[in-house]
């Protein structure tokens, strides 16, 4: 299986048998589905793979299962009208039938953030999928720090998990849950990025979980650095994703390393480019 940069090749990524165990809608248009793997499928939550249906027809889809507690891998889908897969899912996929899974894929974990460090974990619409992931390795290795989880979607519906982590808030004295939909009647509660902004206040100490289309994050990671926060502290898992693995973990590293220069040039691109138009 190859991943293709700019239609090139790249390299190659495992591939895995799988079998569906579960598919329930956790809204109308969002599908949880339960995959029991091939035992040599390794991941780390907050990662994604490839789910595979059939020849030509695959995905990206980010994991939300932890697999020190959760015995299949859990995936949140959001289903498109015309989509291929969608259909696929929606009409054709029953328990028991057979799959494929490549990877996995993503630095977007629960690494290297210290037990007491606050952590803040934001997500939009699916991109729920991986922080719920992070969020339960954090438990389960009893992180100290406080950690805030915003979820915002367009609609009041697709704020799907609403509820159980509504429930886990008042549960947890370290667990706080913030969420928003575009559609409110009231306007500040609309933007979940500004309410973050908003609330957040020790922003330099603090880790970030960034998870969402390409726009929200990369307006969120420019708006948090301008504030003081290091590009180090900023994980994300942009769900509009072109992702490598490189075969080697020498490359892996130099890759990241070229990844965060990318970033921070880019960043500082943007700050030049906003100078030189306010004179």
């Known amino acids: 299986r190859y991943i293709s940069v700019t239609g090139v090749q790249t390299c190659a990524l495992p591939i895995y048998e799988a079998e569906v165990y579960k598919i329930d809608f956790m809204a109308r248009d969002i599908v949880r589905l339960y995959l029991d793997h091939d035992p040599g499928f390794k991941y780390r939550s907050g990662q994604f793979l490839e789910l595979i249906a059939k020849e030509n027809l695959s995905r990206h889809y980010s994991i939300a299962s932890f697999k020190e507690t959760d015995a299949y891998l859990e995936l949140h889908i959001k289903i498109h009208q015309n989509g291929a897969m969608s259909h696929f899912i929606t009409n054709k996929l029953k328990v028991g039938a057979k799959l494929k899974i490549a990877g996995p894929l993503g630095t977007c974990i629960y690494e290297g953030t210290d037990l007491n460090q606050p952590m803040v974990l934001l997500g939009a619409g699916t991109g729920l999928s991986p922080l719920e992931g992070i969020r339960r390795e954090a438990f389960h290795r009893q992180h100290l720090g406080p950690i805030r989880l915003y979820h915002g979607a367009r609609t009041k519906e697709g704020l799907y998990s609403h509820a159980y982590l509504d429930k886990l808030a008042k549960a947890h004295k370290n667990f706080e849950y913030f969420s928003s939909y575009q559609d409110s009647f009231i306007e500040d509660q609309r933007d979940i ?87």
């Not at 929200?216 to 290091?230: P, T, Y």
């Not at 769900?239 to 693995?245: H, K, Q, V, Y």
């Open 193 to 279: 990025a500004k309410i973050l902004l908003k609330k957040e206040k020790n922003l330099s100490e603090t880790m970030f979980f960034l998870c969402g289309g390409a726009g929200l994050v990369n307006r969120l990671k420019k708006d948090l650095f301008m504030n003081g926060v290091s590009l180090k502290d900023l994980l994300n898992g942009i769900t509009d994703r072109l992702a490598i693995l490189q075969p080697k973990p020498e490359l892996l590293e130099k890759y990241e390393n070229l990844r965060e220069a990318y970033e921070h040039y880019k960043t500082l691109e943007a700050l030049l480019h906003e100078e030189s138009t306010d004179k």
